[in-house]
Structure formats: C-alpha cells, structure tokens
C-alpha cells in the first residue's frame, strides 16, 4: 500500500515510517519540524541525539530503497498549506493517509493564551486543511487519524469506542427509556490540546458522512518505549525521546528521571488512572488499522491502548526498574498537581475491535522499563544537562494558584504580626 504519513518527523510518525517499510508498503510524509523547535524552546531536547532530516532521511532510503517518497517539509497549517498538500497528495496518489501531524502536547498548549491559540490553529486549521486536500487530491482514500483517550476524560461509566454501543439505552424523567445506538460518546477534554483532538473527531465525522471519506479515528493511550525492531541499532534511524515538562510523557519522563537520579515526577495523589501502550503496539495498531480500511462513508472509531494503569504504579514500577538497573533507590516526589484532574476516578475503556483484527497486547512493563533505561543510560550526560526542564511547571489554572499562594501570604503574615 501507499501510505502517506503527516508528522513524518515525530516520536510515532518517523516509527511508523519505519515499520511500514519493513513490511513492505511504500511510505511518504511531510512534516515541518516544530516538534524539534517547541522542545527546543522548552528548555530541552531528544535524550536519543536525532540525525538531522538528510542524514535521517538518507539511511532510511538507503535500507528500504529510494522508490519512497516524497517527503515534503511544511506545515499543514500555513497559508500555503492547502495548496500545497493538495500538489502532494496528488503526486504520491495514497491509499491511506495517517495524520500524525499535530502539537501533542496538553500542557504547553495550557501555557499562555499564545499557546493556546497556536494549538487551536495548528490542530484543528491543519487537520481542516488535511480533509479538504484528501477530497480534492485523493478522495478514495482511507484517513487514520489518530486522537487520544484523552477525548473522553475519566467519566463514570465504561467508555465504548467512540460511539453508544447498540443496548444504551437513555432514561428521561417522565417521559421513559429512550436508545442511545449510534450516538456518538460524549468527550471531556482536559487541556486545549484535548479539545482540539475532540474538535477534530467531529470535523473528520462530519467529512465521512458528507462527502463520504472513510476514516478510522484512533483513541490512543499514551506511548512509551525507546525504539522498534525496524530501526536496527543504525542510530540515524533512531526516534526521538522527550522527558521535559510539556512533551515528555509518563513512563519515558520517569525512565529518563531515574537514570540522573531526579524524583519521579508524580502529580498529585497519583491514583489517576490512564490507558497506555509501548511503541511496537502503536505501531501494530496503526498497521491494522491501515490494511483493514473503513468503508467509504463509514466513520469507525478504535480505542488503542494495552491496559490502564495508575502514575503511582507506573512509578513504583519505574523505581523497581532503576533498582535492578543499578540506579539505586531512586527517590519518588509527589507535587502539587498542576493539572485539573480527578484525584482518584473510575475508569474502564474498552477495546476489543483491534483485537478483533489480530491485535494482542504486548504486557511486560518490567522487561520495557529495563529496556528503555539501558537505551537512556548511554545519554545521562544529554538527560542531566536538561535537568531544569523536567519539573512541572505550567499550571492548568495559574489564576487559582496565584490566590492560594496570596492567602498563604496573608496567613504567614498574620502569624508574624
């Protein structure tokens, strides 16, 4: 198949490439490299040092052969972005298109209003302009899009994929039961970033019944791991690996903590319980998804994850991991939690129609965290040089810590007086 992959330069777009030629289908991207530029500005990098794009590019084609491409380099947001996607898409004529090019982040887009607004316009305009080109250039092919279990928040209630299964049923007083079959799962987002993926879903959804696109709208959980199979030990085809604030993710953040000795970074109670998966699962979903496409019209909705788990069990496990990598007793630090978030919560997505397409989860978080450290302790050095970048410190309400922390003034103040 051709695959035409937009984020081509990210943690999951390049590893995607990568697997994707493995397996033989023809691979082309575009991307322009803000991830590098964001982390960049946040006082971080990659702990794994990245190539530059020729070098990356070069080894990739040297490996898996040059009838690949083409690889554009621009944003899917600029005034030009239309235009120019429609060209691209044209040219390499896809059977699938994975959108993987968006800002991933939910606390830098809960930074400022400038933030913020750059989110919006870059996810929600970017994935707009990508639906508009697919119908002009490519309308006969299948988009995967990939969104993120963080759409549905934490809701009482089992979460479905994507829509009411065909049994809900719905009680309104006095007026009796009522179907819910069909009806799209209600989303609770949790940081801008969050709603612009939700934003997104029903933008794609509205595209599938209107113009009649097929698309599979992935809810993933998140990711963790250092590399795949397909990239070797060949360092130049390496993917990237962040462990700041804003773009490092539990798990990868708490792997890259333990190998400098900094306190794994857990906000709050830490009972908060989320869904994840390591990268060679991603990457087995998204092939699945990708050769078994939705129909036209059809707007299908996968949860993709391996199984939920607590941020105090992923750090405790983390801690266990530095233990036997010799680290030592690597300490644990609950913060304040900068997020708005439940302290403790029900939660309990399903996900049963990648399994129903062969997928089987990968389930051995020790064995994953030994891994990642041993690929991390080569580059303590790089981790360490970064180290003011780790802790949090974006906070999802600054308004009401600014009050707590003027009353607590006022308090200390009264004691003295």
Not at 109 to 128: C, H, I, P, Q
Not at 140 to 149: E, S
Not at 319 to 345: F, K, S, T
Not at 360 to 374: G, K
Request: charged share 20%; net charge negative.
């Amino acid at each position: 198949m051709r695959v035409f992959i937009a984020g081509v330069d990210g943690y999951l777009g390049w590893s995607l490439a990568c697997h994707l030629a493995q397996h033989g289908h023809i691979v082309g991207g575009v991307d322009d490299f803000s991830r590098r530029d964001r982390v960049q500005e946040c006082g971080s990098t990659s702990a794994i040092p990245l190539p530059t794009w020729p070098t990356r590019l070069g080894a990739f084609l040297s490996k898996w052969g040059d009838d690949h491409g083409p690889f554009e380099m621009f944003g899917l947001h600029g005034n030009r972005a239309p235009e120019l996607l429609t060209a691209t898409l044209g040219r390499f004529q896809p059977d699938a298109v994975v959108h993987l090019g968006e800002m991933p982040s939910a606390p830098w887009s809960m930074k400022s209003w400038e933030n913020a607004r750059l989110t919006m316009d870059g996810n929600v305009m970017g994935s707009l302009n990508l639906l508009f080109a697919m119908r002009e250039a490519c309308p006969d092919a299948h988009l995967v899009k990939l969104g993120t279990m963080g759409e549905y928040g934490t809701p009482d209630c089992p979460i479905p994929e994507g829509y009411f299964p065909d049994d809900a049923e719905m009680r309104l007083p006095g007026s009796g039961m009522f179907s819910l079959a069909g009806m799209a799962f209600p989303r609770k987002a949790g940081s801008w970033y969050h709603w612009t993926k939700v934003h997104d879903t029903g933008n794609v959804m509205f595209a599938c019944r209107t113009w009649g696109l097929a698309a599979t709208d992935i809810m993933q959980g998140v990711v963790y791991g250092t590399r795949i199979d397909a990239m070797g030990d060949d360092p130049r085809l390496a993917t990237r690996f962040d462990f700041d604030e804003c773009f490092g993710t539990a798990i990868n953040r708490f792997c890259a903590q333990a190998v400098i000795g900094h306190p794994l970074t857990v906000y709050g109670s830490g009972k908060q319980t989320r869904a994840f998966l390591p990268l060679r699962d991603s990457m087995r979903c998204l092939q699945l998804a990708i050769e078994n496409p939705a129909e036209k019209g059809e707007h299908r909705v996968f949860n993709q994850f391996a199984r939920p788990w607590s941020v105090q069990e992923l750090a405790n496990a983390t801690q266990a991991a530095g233990q036997h990598a010799g680290l030592g007793n690597v300490p644990i630090q609950h913060y304040d939690n900068p997020r708005h978030e439940a302290a403790e919560h029900f939660y309990q997505p399903v996900c049963e129609k990648l399994k129903g397409l062969g997928y089987e989860p990968s389930d051995d978080l020790p064995a994953d965290l030994d891994a990642i450290i041993a690929d991390l302790l080569p580059h303590r050095d790089r981790i360490e040089a970064h180290r003011a970048a780790i802790a949090p410190q974006t906070q999802w309400n600054p308004k009401a810590v600014e009050v707590l922390e003027h009353e607590m003034e006022d308090g200390l103040s009264e004691v003295a007086d």
